[in-house]
């Protein structure tokens, strides 16, 4: 089939399919989406007076039919076809005629693909948004249960001072309230309209850009045209430095979770069904998911700088370097949500020990407690006591007093998780979840 900027001259199959490469399989997630910009699109241009009332249902009715196709997994681009956009609209005119062909009035592919990028990228953040959640209740639930479970702190992997599971768990819940403040920039750059800006200079069309930006529930539209094309790109990395926040997170977890679950540390025992074995070693219990959940959001950091070198250095305008960055991009989100849903069951079902710090090999680290003893109840010199236990335990004769009370915000005995919580439930109550589902579901529903 030829490409849809076919002149009438003869194309280079060899040229072609270099330059297609794996877009057709990257816009099959880009299908659901292209269908509901095109809904849009079409509305609009009814408006005003590019399509006829009747032209307008007749193809909402064939697209709303090609959503059912797409959603019951029955959607193909077609050997020949070169993308998402060629193929919608091949279908439309199979069925339609040439009323097929008016859904490109007032549009290019430039802005098409944009606005299922910001589509898909919306919908995708949310997904990561809802893991997430899930992740943080997990993490404070555990938090709370094992708040009073002692724990070793350790500074340059040497042990340092008492720590507890509540302190653990509920330091990540907090990294990842962190994590969603990046997360929710990156869904406000993918909620707003690049429809409309064509090529990146708009067109002479007279469309009603507001109408397509409430139509699908965008909060605003990207309003200078060049500026819209000009996302292209930054939106990719921009969401890439939030889900990199993310895998930051779940990186450094792992690798704790790798190392207290080890022998030599023996602070948790995982789920045995997480746990792999060894083809010599009948003993072995291997953290295989942590170990791959370290790998895989490392190589989710890399992302941002990954699709940075792909787009870095160009002028105003599109080029098709972007079309790269699709292949890089729409996977990394199944990858983050999966190493999320990973984590959140393995920390549901792990086992805490309980008396770690009953070993005499973790004496030394109540030490500052005792600093602290000396200081407050006997009057000396902070400076003094600490040389005074420093002796102590050099000579031996230094005798832990076992018993912590850390009472300060956000310490052992007050670990302000509802603090936490609600710092959490504030930054997503301000995603418009619902007001983009009210918009969606009035655009496509039949």
């Given amino acids: 089939m030829k490409p849809i900027w076919d002149k009438g001259q003869p194309v280079n199959d060899l040229i072609q399919k270099y330059t297609v490469g794996l877009d057709r399989e990257m816009d099959m997630f880009l299908a659901r989406y292209d269908v509901m910009g ?60 040439d009323m097929g062909k008016k859904i490109h009035s ?10 299922d990028l910001k589509l898909f990228t919306r919908d995708k953040l ?8 899930a992740l943080f209740d997990i993490l404070i639930k555990q938090s709370n249960r094992y708040k009073d479970v002692l724990l070793p702190g350790y500074t340059h992997l040497q042990i340092a001072m008492p720590s507890s ?19 929710r920039a990156a869904f406000d750059q993918s909620n707003r309209n690049p429809l409309g800006s064509a090529a990146g200079y708009g067109n002479s069309f007279p469309l009603n850009r507001q109408m397509t930006t409430d139509l699908l529930g965008f909060e605003s539209m990207n309003y200078n045209v060049v500026y819209a094309q000009m996302t292209r790109g930054k939106l990719e990395r921009n969401v890439a430095y939030a889900m990199a926040s993310v895998a930051a997170t779940l990186s ?10 080890s022998q030599n540390f023996g602070f948790i025992r995982l789920p045995d069904d997480c746990t792999t074995g060894s083809s010599i070693m009948p003993h072995k219990k291997n953290p295989d998911v942590f170990e791959l959940t370290r790998a895989k959001c490392n190589r989710l950091q890399a992302l941002p700088q990954e699709i940075t070198l792909m787009t870095n250095n ?70 003094e006591a600490y040389k005074q236990v420093g002796a102590s335990i050099e000579n031996g004769t230094f005798v832990p007093n076992k018993q912590i009370n850390h009472t300060h915000q956000g310490s052992i005995g007050n670990l302000c998780n509802d603090m936490i919580v609600a710092k959490m439930d504030q930054i997503i109550s301000a995603f418009p979840f619902n007001e983009i589902d009210t918009a969606i579901s009035s655009l496509t529903s039949k």
């Fill in 165 to 183: 599971f509540g302190l653990w768990f509920g330091a990540y819940a907090e990294a990842l309230a962190d994590d969603m403040l990046f997360l």
């Fill in 38 to 97: 095109s809904l849009a699109h079409i509305t609009m241009l009814e408006s005003i007076g590019l399509l006829e009332k009747d032209e307008l249902k007749a193809l909402s009715a064939e697209l709303k039919n090609l959503l059912d196709v797409i959603e019951e997994g029955n959607f193909v681009i077609e050997d020949g076809v070169e993308d998402v956009h060629s193929q919608v609209e091949l279908m439309l005119t199979r069925k339609l005629g």
């Fill in 106 to 115: 007032g549009r290019s592919r430039n802005d098409q693909v944009l606005v």
């Fill in 314 to 383: 160009l002028p105003s305008g599109y080029f098709r370097d972007m079309q790269l960055v699709k292949e890089v991009f729409i996977p990394a989100f199944d990858m983050l949500e999966e190493c999320i849903t990973m984590v959140a069951y393995m920390l549901e079902h792990i086992t805490v020990k309980e008396d770690i710090l009953s070993d005499s090999k973790y004496d030394a680290i109540f030490s500052v407690e005792e600093v602290i003893r000396l200081a407050l109840e006997e009057g000396v010199p902070f400076r």
């Fill in 126 to 133: 949310r997904g990561i948004v809802n893991a997430v959640k």
């Fill in 252 to 261: 450094r977890l792992a690798f704790d979770a790798c190392m207290y679950n």
